[in-house]
């Protein structure tokens, strides 16, 4: 008999898995409870707009046949897939219509080690045109709703992820992150959602070798079932020369070890953006509740006053790379941001990447000796609560005007450049209800103490569990 209460979409990742172990469950009972719960709240969001269950039903079947101990760590557990990523013969439209029909012939390895670690894609979620931009709409599928207030954005790049774990279409989810793409629609939606330190998960290599800006990383519901993806994500490919081994304990183990952290710097800004005052107020009491679990909360941030020039130059650097025989054949298919994105890279000399490329690894210098006095740096992760889902772009934060359309995002992309591993904490909300993130931040290769840091917040501030909630409008 098979199991689809629709209870099973408010159940936590690793009950989940549990109850697939178990046998209570199986692979496909999930998928069908994915499906109805997709067709009664997809329309009100669009975060998953490719459905691929077909195909996510031959994989489990398949995966049904080996003993349960053999199925690996999520156990036939259903996850999503970002529409900038390839998903073997799934459409792969990058949300530009110059890619809007075209089917993917191999998956990346990202996709590849998450199947055979047991998951199991049955959905690519909605993405801006290219990854740009942290609002997630394009000219494809059309603009990703924020479910907390649907004339909201979700923020983005992996605005679709987000928004299909806070309304339960998914239990885990997989996303990107450049400058926050994977912190910014956790903070917007009330998830959680983690950039990993480079190479901590293996993908395909696209343009570059060393391409290493962007990485693939988990988004959950909770710290602990942000942990058991980043597991299934792990382990070093021959494909991917950048990738690292998996650790010998397990992201979960530690995310439930009980350490805490002793010491603690709290920055509203890092010095270098504005900050909504109300965002700054949530953050920061939510920061100061480390208190209760003993440690010592601190103001205090590195050095990254070098961050919008270094971040500008090398992210046009990399989109001249990826991008620039897109801009001579195809130009007038892509939106105006991606357009000024590769001009401003075909301008840089090479005395510009000289110079940001040595920024970077001062800022990463001084940062790892900043961590030395600190376990964790904490920060907001977005300056602003949602924002109108008609704004493209957060255009100016209390009372300061940005240069770009891209400058809003430097709280998260000073960490980007400084190598570390970050996510965000839903820590609260507005006065009008919209979550705001907390940003947690830790050394290069120190995903282990911030997950176990994240879980003692994360049960002082009582936030786990606030979601999947149904899509709402405020009026």
């Known amino acids: ?245 998996a650790p010998t304990a397990s992201f979960l183990s530690a995310t439930r070890s009980g350490k805490r952290p002793k010491r603690i710097a709290y920055s509203s800004d890092l010095g270098i953006t504005p900050v909504d005052p109300e965002v700054k107020a949530i953050t920061r009491r939510a920061a100061e509740r480390f208190a209760e679990a003993g440690a010592i909360v601190e103001e205090a941030h590195p050095d990254l006053f070098e961050a919008h020039e270094c971040f500008h130059v090398l992210r046009a650097f990399d989109f001249a790379v990826t991008k620039a025989a897109l801009l001579r054949t195809k130009r007038d298919l892509l939106k105006p941001e991606v357009i000024w994105n590769i001009e401003e890279g075909l301008k840089l000399t090479v005395e510009q990447i000289e110079r940001a490329e040595a920024q970077r690894v001062a800022m990463t210098a001084r940062t790892l000796e900043f961590f030395g006095s600190y376990d964790l740096l904490l920060t907001p992760a977005t300056i602003v609560a949602p924002f109108p889902i008609e704004n493209r772009y957060v255009a100016e934060c209390d009372g300061k005007k940005f240069d770009n359309y891209v400058q809003w995002l430097g709280i998260v992309y000073a960490i980007t450049l400084a190598c570390c591993p970050a996510l965000s904490l839903p820590c609260g909300f507005t006065a009008s209800g919209l979550p705001v993130g907390l940003q947690m931040v830790a050394p290069p290769r120190g995903e282990a103490q911030l997950l176990a840091g994240a879980k003692v917040l994360e049960d002082i501030l009582g936030v786990r569990g606030m979601t999947p909630i149904d899509p709402r409008t405020v009026r």
Request: proline share 6%.
């Open 1 to 245: 008999m098979r199991v689809t209460d629709q209870g099973l979409v408010r159940e936590s990742a690793c009950t989940v898995v549990d109850k697939l172990r178990s046998g209570e469950v199986t692979p496909l009972d999930l998928l069908d409870v994915l499906e109805k719960r997709i067709t009664e709240v997809d329309d009100k969001v669009n975060a998953l707009p490719i459905l691929c269950f077909d195909r996510a039903r031959q994989h489990a079947k398949a995966l049904m046949q080996k003993p349960a101990a053999e199925r690996g760590l999520l156990a036939g557990l259903p996850v999503p897939i970002k529409d900038l990523t390839n998903v073997a013969d799934v459409r792969t439209t990058q949300g530009s219509p110059i890619f809007k029909d075209t089917v993917a012939t191999r998956s990346d390895i990202v996709v590849t080690n998450l199947e055979a670690n047991g998951g199991v894609v049955y959905a690519k979620s909605n993405t801006p045109e290219f990854g740009a931009g942290a609002n997630t709409f394009n000219e494809v599928f059309g603009a990703t709703l924020n479910p907390w207030d649907t004339s909201r954005s979700a923020a983005g790049s992996s605005g679709g992820a987000a928004v299909a774990l806070a309304t339960g279409m998914a239990w885990l989810a997989h996303g990107t992150d450049m400058g926050g793409s994977l912190r910014n629609p956790a903070s917007f939606c009330g998830i959680v959602g983690m950039r990993p330190s480079i190479g901590r998960v293996a993908h395909t290599p696209n343009a570059m070798i060393d391409r290493n800006l962007t990485v693939h990383g988990p988004m959950a519901r909770n710290v602990e079932d942000l942990a058991l993806l980043l597991d299934a994500m792990s382990g070093e490919y021959a494909a991917d020369p950048l990738s690292l081994p």
